[in-house]
């Protein structure tokens, strides 16, 4: 079975900051890969789809890129509003979410 | 406006049963597949079933395979998941989330989910 997984587990960081987050498959899933934000108390909002397409509406400090196995996701300048839990998600065969990165301000 | 709403979470003891409901409205029901995604209080994200638009194809993760039932009435615009045989792990919200073009590629809409507690 194919596993995900997340770095860092968590960060802080200022305001303006560029944050980047990394994501590995144990096996090569091409492009199959989704980002999610959650924020506390509420449910996940698709960011990112198939590695590097941003979702209608998201603003554009929101970046992915990778494939293959190796995956990242940017907020190139974070905003207090960027505060949440963000997972990225396999869609080759069944979905499979990795297990997230808490993002705080410092 | 895409909407979904789940309900039908509550306390329930182990080894018990609970069904979900998931009512949509805003798009063409019988021309997605929806799915259920579940959180463990204070963990992450684990996809449990998908359904295809046509009700034709059903998915589910090993953890709640031969338990779990996920079924959709499209004169109700209503996906189902029947919850069987409940463990204390099993407890989480629930959230009902919209695929976006096909069976299992990307959420691109969520209910706000509902709490099932498996408890004695």
């Known amino acids: 079975d194919i596993q995900m997984t997340q770095s860092p587990s968590s960060l802080s960081a200022s305001v303006g900051d560029r944050v980047t987050i990394t994501c590995q498959a144990s096996q090569d899933i091409r492009n199959y890969l989704n980002w999610y934000q959650q924020k506390p108390g509420k449910a996940p909002k698709l960011l990112i789809y198939?590695?590097?397409n941003l979702e209608t509406g998201v603003p554009s400090r929101f970046s992915g890129s990778g494939s293959g196995t190796d995956f990242t996701f940017t907020i190139s300048s974070l905003q207090p509003e960027d505060i949440a839990t963000y997972y990225c998600q396999k869609h080759n065969n069944l979905p499979l979410f990795g297990p997230g990165t808490k993002v705080d301000i410092k | 406006e895409v909407q979904l709403l789940e309900s039908g979470g509550g306390l329930v003891q182990p080894g018990g049963s609970l069904r979900l409901s998931c009512a949509a409205s805003g798009f063409t029901f019988s021309s997605y597949a929806l799915s259920w995604v579940r959180q463990a209080p204070g963990k992450g994200l684990e996809w449990v079933s998908a359904i295809s638009g046509n009700g034709g194809s059903t998915w589910y993760a090993d953890s709640v395979r031969g338990r779990f039932t996920i079924s959709r009435d499209s004169s109700k615009n209503t996906v189902y998941l029947q919850m069987n045989s409940l463990r204390a792990e099993d407890t989480a919200i629930y959230y009902c989330?919209?695929?976006?073009?096909?069976?299992?590629?990307?959420?691109?809409?969520w209910g706000q989910g509902t709490l099932v507690t498996v408890s004695s």
């Open positions: 198939d590695a590097s």
């Open positions: 989330a919209k695929d976006r073009n096909f069976p299992n590629d990307q959420f691109d809409y």
